[in-house]
């Protein structure tokens, strides 16, 4: 291991991170050429940056995976409440009781129209009698 081995090193190990000007690169490969440990040095930071890689790659798989996942559990959620809730209304509607309320409510609503309508019937005459008074 010769005196500039550190320095050397310091490159190598930038050498994966961030591009070195051409001089450089040579200088580190002709040093490696003649120097074994640092070669294993190299070695050793290919393989590191190659872990590093393959485990973010398969980091973001597992990312994408899940961020299906999650958005087809969502959707399979959004469906099923959806089929819930028309059951709902169908077994709802398809009951008796909601047939009887139903015939009930129209019974009240044209009883309530029926007096509303006599009632104005009423108030028309008594207005036509008041009228005919005062014409008299
Ligand atoms: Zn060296």
Known sequence: MSE???SFREK??????????????????E?????PDCAAFETAMKNEDEQLSSFFSGLQAGFARQEDEVVS???CIETSRKDHVIAKINSFVDHPAFKLTAAAAVIIFVAFYSVQTLNWLYDLK???DVCSVTIK
């Open 4 to 6: 500039n081995c550190d």
């Open 12 to 29: 190598i190990a930038g050498f994966f991170g961030t591009d070195l000007e051409k001089g450089q690169e040579k200088q580190i490969q």
């Open 31 to 35: 040093h490696i050429k003649g120097c």
């Open 73 to 75: 559990a969502i959707l």
């Open 126 to 128: 008594h207005f036509m």
